[in-house]
């Protein structure tokens, strides 16, 4: 509901019928990982295995997209002056997409709440009567893709470590970090973060990032032994 509420207020001035703006990672990372939980949910429900379904869509919802996903892209949503228009058009279109699939996973299990997420935010877009007579979601196996999700994963992880490294400093989440030094031999991982710097860099409030390919003494990025940073506040 909050999630939706949120989404709702910025898509106000959201035309569905319009063209597919240009997706960035973190937007179409969230979009393959849907694919993959329409997969798995579809799956379970077809053996009733209803409290597998169940975990996935929870999982999904609360994690990938609430956790992750919302609060990389809300500088793109509040800020299109300096993000871009278009980088804000993918941000709306990725949320109206994902809530929509979201909300027809979940009808089964939660009904009423997705019925009136449904007439508030869709039912005048997709013209069905009710979530509940609404074609099941097919599974677009194009938009799953391995390599995106993995560069995703990462961002999400150095993302999720700074949120913790402003909690163990005692800074609010808003703090701004007037340098954060990424150290990695890795270059693959170096391009990836140096692709999603704006995401990066409007999620977290850092004001100069700098990635160094060299070895470091600093907080390592849990699950990427291999990335190390320093933020100084």
């Not at 019928?17 to 939980?37: N, Y």
């Not at 935010?121 to 799953?144: G, N, Q, R, T, Y």
């Not at 390592?220 to 032994?225: M, S």
Request: hydrophobic letters at 35%.
């Amino acid at each position: 509901w909050n999630a939706s509420r949120f989404a709702g207020m910025h898509l106000e001035d959201y035309d569905p019928t319009s063209k597919q703006p240009k997706l960035e990672l973190i937007d179409r990372w969230l979009l393959s990982k849907m694919e993959q939980v329409t997969k798995k949910v579809t799956e379970a429900l077809d053996s009733c295995q209803f409290n597998v379904a169940t975990d996935e869509i929870r999982k999904f919802t609360w994690h990938s997209f609430c956790d992750n996903y919302i609060e990389a892209v809300k500088h793109r949503l509040y800020q299109p002056e300096t993000y871009g228009e278009e980088k804000r058009k993918a941000a709306q279109y990725t949320l109206y997409t994902a809530i929509y699939r979201i909300i027809q996973m979940l009808s089964p299990i939660s009904p009423h709440i997705t019925e009136e997420l449904y007439q508030i935010m869709f039912a005048d877009d997709k013209k069905f009567d009710s979530v509940h007579v609404s074609l099941w979601p097919e599974i677009h196996e194009e938009l799953i893709d391995q390599e995106t999700e993995k560069s995703g994963d990462l961002i999400v992880a150095i993302m999720g470590e700074i949120r913790r490294d402003k909690a163990e400093n005692q800074k609010p989440l808003n703090a701004e970090i007037q340098k954060l030094t990424v150290y990695t031999e890795d270059k693959q991982a170096a391009e990836i973060l140096a692709n999603a710097e704006e995401d990066l860099v409007g999620t977290c409030k850092i004001l100069k990032l700098d990635i160094q390919s060299a070895k470091f003494q600093g907080k390592e990025v849990q699950g990427y032994p291999e990335l190390l940073f320093v933020a100084e506040y």
